[in-house]
């Protein structure tokens, strides 16, 4: 079982670039309004979006990914059901290494779930 400390994660990478963000500030505005561009309601959702996201990042092996990614998932009202449905694709895409990072996922949900209530 995944033993990442997804929350302490996203924090550690959030204060790692905060460095980086003041450096390249260029670099962090365009990476920040390709994000929001991307993220952003259309003919998909945000939340199906943000679904498609990490799968990239479950697929990617991103635990970083993960980390963001459930939690914008988790402020935009996803079910665990989505969640579950996603990963199963994840699994079929992505074989064994995948299903390695489905159960870092679903510790993922939990944990940060459980530090949101």
Not at 9 to 16: C, K, R
Not at 34 to 39: G, K
Not at 44 to 72: P, Y
């Amino acid at each position: 079982m995944s033993t990442f400390d997804h929350a302490g994660l996203i924090q550690g990478i959030s204060e790692s670039l905060a460095t980086f963000r003041k450096t390249q500030p260029d670099t962090m505005r365009g990476f920040t309004q390709l994000a929001q561009a991307s993220m952003a309601e259309g003919s998909l959702s945000s939340k199906h979006k943000e679904l498609i996201a990490l799968a990239i990042g479950v697929t990617q092996r991103c635990s970083g990914c993960i980390g963001f990614h459930v939690r914008a998932l988790q402020k935009l009202g996803a079910t665990r059901s989505e969640l579950e449905e996603m990963l199963a694709v994840c699994v079929y895409m992505g074989g064994g290494p995948a299903l390695m990072y489905t159960a870092e996922a679903l510790k993922a949900w939990d944990t940060l779930a459980a530090s949101n209530t």
